[in-house]
């Protein structure tokens, strides 16, 4: 996988030196968020911080923490890295990985989220909280530090999507624009597993709300704007209000 990191990013640099000549404009932006760093890291958490600091909490002060954490935490800089190239496959509009790099604010959310996630399972729960706060303003996403996401994850637009506490969301996820995965009710009655646990190469379109202690499974496809409030079982797609498997495929 460090090769791949490496792969990635000396892409990004190729791409980046190109885009340099075509607009001049952006010299000085290109230089700053990409050339001028060593590594994806580097270039990452600059871009992380710069959006999360303010007077507040300075920019420098985020950027340390990002900073200990992606150079003690691989696998988080792994995820990282599987975000991107799944952005880059899966959405047509993206041409470079420079462009997801550099722009989507949804891969920008998720980095930022993976880092509040660290810190919440690390005794540091009130920076956590902060840094939940700042994503929710910053980029309109608003994803519980306690949710367990894993890796190759798009969050396509991002605008409005809301990810609940115990919300699990496994590899290879495609979440569409004001998605809320959420808790049906207050009245817990001792369930820890209150949102909803999505599987591997689920499609959640536009608008979709998905509420409670269900299970989506396997290869789901979730149709806009339906309200999914049980379990679904793998390889169907999904429809409504309330949703209602329309098709079923035998693909595994």
């Not at 190109?18 to 060593?38: C, D, M, R, W």
């Not at 910053?138 to 115990?166: E, M, Q, R, W």
């Not at 496994?170 to 959420?182: A, P, R, W």
Request: aromatic share 10%; proline share 2%; glycine share 6%.
């Amino acid at each position: 996988m460090f090769e791949k990191i490496e792969l990635i990013w000396n892409q990004i640099l190729s791409e980046v030196q190109t885009l340099v000549n075509q607009e001049p404009a952006l010299i000085g932006f290109y230089y700053s968020h990409i050339i001028n760093h060593k590594n994806f890291c580097s270039a990452l958490s600059y871009i992380l911080s710069n959006k999360l600091g303010n007077e507040i909490v300075s920019i420098a002060s985020i950027r340390e923490i990002i900073d200990d954490i992606y150079n003690s935490q691989h696998d988080i800089v792994v995820s990282a890295i599987q975000d991107i190239q799944k952005i880059y496959e899966k959405d047509l509009t993206v041409e470079y990985y420079s462009i997801a790099f550099l722009y989507i604010k949804g891969f920008h959310a998720l980095q930022a989220y993976r880092i509040s996630n660290y810190l919440w399972n690390n005794q540091r729960k009130e920076l956590a909280i902060y840094l939940y706060n700042r994503i929710s303003t910053i980029f309109s996403v608003d994803i519980h530090p306690s949710a367990k996401i894993g890796s190759g994850i798009v969050l396509d637009h991002a605008t409005g999507i809301v990810i609940g506490a115990t919300t699990v969301i496994q590899d290879n996820v495609y979440i569409f624009q004001s998605v809320t995965l959420g808790s049906s009710t207050r009245e817990v009655s001792g369930v820890y597993q209150r949102c909803p646990i999505i599987q591997e190469g689920v499609v959640i379109g536009v608008g979709a709300v998905i509420l409670g202690n269900v299970e989506i499974g396997s290869k789901v496809r979730i149709g806009a704007g339906s309200i999914v409030l049980t379990s679904i079982p793998s390889n169907s797609t999904v429809f409504g209000v309330p949703a209602k498997v329309i098709s079923f495929s035998n693909n595994r």
